[in-house]
């Protein structure tokens, strides 16, 4: 893995998007890459542990350099609440991968401690490392605030969209949690976490009950007054579909449940 002024010069202008044919071919042959190829962009929320850095391919074959791609103030991407200006300035890696892909490149940072990063879905050319850079930017910001962890933007689909559009996700909240905020914080704390296991246990109550430690019936009571409290009914896709989101939205807010 590789960093320094030389490789973010060249990096940096990929990274922001729009490069010129002309701009992609110099880069390739300053840092020795190929122009077509396939890639990934790390984007990571902490500084990059000295062990990401190390010099040489990592045992996979993948090759990896780091630079930074701050949005300009200026920019559309920058605009105000953008993924692009909440991620601008971090810490940003081109991931050259070997055989297994963009999946051991996130395996490897969890290895070596970084965190918490979004990686992009694989791009084929260095032209498209503008793209990739903000949907890696837009899969860190699905990372539950004070976490460490590494995820794939195709992982993380859904929450991407939610974190995309702010004003939708607050206001979703909203509208399908209100009733369930006015609660204390220990009540609602108790209904979010039976909803979780209920969902984590694929909709049975019964093992939703064992991985809580408690009576069925007491699963199943939690889970009808939730359903009183958000005039939503776990039974109905459309509305399950409006309390997975409202849920992801919770779990991503910087306020516990």
Known sequence: ?????????????????????????????????????RYTVVVLGTPVPDAVVA????????????GSAEASPGSAEASPGSA???????EVAVVLLGPAGAARAAARLRELGAGPGGVS??????????????????????????SREIVRLDERLPAALLVSRPELSTRLLAEVFGPL??????ERSLLVETLEAWLECGGSVGRAAGRLG???????????????????????PRELVDLVLALEVLRLSSAPP
């Open 1 to 37: 893995m590789r960093r320094g002024t030389r490789y973010g010069a060249l990096l940096g202008p990929l990274l922001a998007g729009g490069a010129t044919p002309d701009l992609v071919t110099r880069a390739a042959r300053g840092l020795g890459l190929p122009e077509r190829g």
């Open 55 to 66: 010099e040489g391919p990592d045992v996979d074959g993948a090759r990896w350099w780091w």
């Open 84 to 90: 692009e200006a909440r991620e601008g300035g971090r």
């Open 121 to 146: 879905p694989v791009v084929g050319s260095l032209a498209e490392l503008g793209a990739a850079r903000r949907l890696a930017g837009t899969a860190l910001l699905t990372c539950a605030p004070g």
């Open 181 to 186: 905020l006015t609660l204390v914080p220990a």
């Open 214 to 236: 408690c009576h069925r019936n007491t699963v199943f009571n939690r889970l009808r007054r939730l359903e009183r409290l958000t005039a939503r009914s776990l039974s109905r």
